[in-house]
């Protein structure tokens, strides 16, 4: 039977794996996390454990450096039994992959070996009250002070909101002509001014925790800069 996928052996290993942990844990908690929206806690936790916070990572900071076509395999079979879980994965994943990106954030390495470790789950903060669909296009701006910068922002959706460790957030440079002129930083949940407005209340994916952040005052330091500055389009 032909794989859709084209997977090898190794990454044909970590769908199954996937698949059982999916039909085992996943399947088990999905109807009371849609039915109560509440965090798929116990799904996101035998994830961590399983080594799947790092799929995507690569190998020399402890990942198990597969790429896109693993990837996809290990979130159908997620999303077979649960699409919040799915979601939150899909958002950690990508987040995760544009901090391998970078090439300004001086604890880089520190933060990807905790993510491959199960120690650190991310997400993305990009889309804005004010960029509607246009999620890449920031309304809220890094302003100058002192040594690092200062923003205000309200960032409309943020999958895990209440439960992510870290945001890849935006916002456009100092002095930017243009919405696509922004620059990528990286933002811890319990960083001071950084609020929890609401919770998600949808049809649908009611586990994802989906909701709004808000940033007021909130204070970036130059070492939390993912991007130089106006380059956030390039990684986005």
């Not at 859709?4 to 999905?30: C, M, N, P, S």
């Not at 116990?42 to 799947?52: I, K, N, T, V, W």
């Not at 993305?124 to 809220?140: D, I, M, N």
């Not at 007021?216 to 130089?228: F, I, N, S």
Request: hydrophobic share 40%; aromatic share 8%; glycine share 10%.
């Amino acid at each position: 039977m032909i794989d859709i996928y084209g997977l090898d052996e190794t990454a044909g290993t970590w769908r199954q794996k996937a698949a059982a942990l999916a039909a085992d844990v996943v399947a088990r908690h999905a109807t009371d996390v849609d039915t109560n929206a509440r965090f798929p806690s116990e799904s996101m936790a035998a994830l961590a454990q399983g080594g799947f916070y790092g799929l995507c990572i690569d190998v020399s900071f402890g990942g198990q450096g597969q790429g896109p076509a693993t990837f996809a395999a290990v979130v159908e079979e997620i999303a077979r039994h649960c699409g919040s879980t799915a979601m939150v994965y899909v958002m950690h994943i990508v987040a995760a992959k544009v901090i391998e990106t970078s090439a300004t954030l001086p604890t880089r390495a520190n933060v990807l070996r905790a993510i491959a470790e199960g120690k650190h789950l991310t997400t993305l903060a990009l889309s804005e009250r004010g960029s509607r669909s246009q999620f890449w296009a920031p309304v809220s701006q890094l302003v100058e002070q002192g040594n690092g910068y200062r923003t205000d922002a309200f960032k409309s959706w943020v999958t895990a909101a209440h439960h992510a460790d870290s945001y890849v957030a935006s916002g456009q440079r100092p002095g930017a002509q243009s919405p696509l002129d922004f620059t990528l930083y990286l933002l811890s949940r319990t960083r001071p001014g950084v609020q929890h407005p609401g919770t998600f209340n949808g049809l649908g994916l009611r586990g994802n925790d989906s909701a709004p952040v808000q940033l007021d005052g909130v204070a970036v330091q130059q070492e939390e800069l993912l991007t130089e500055h106006g380059k956030g389009l390039i990684i986005i």
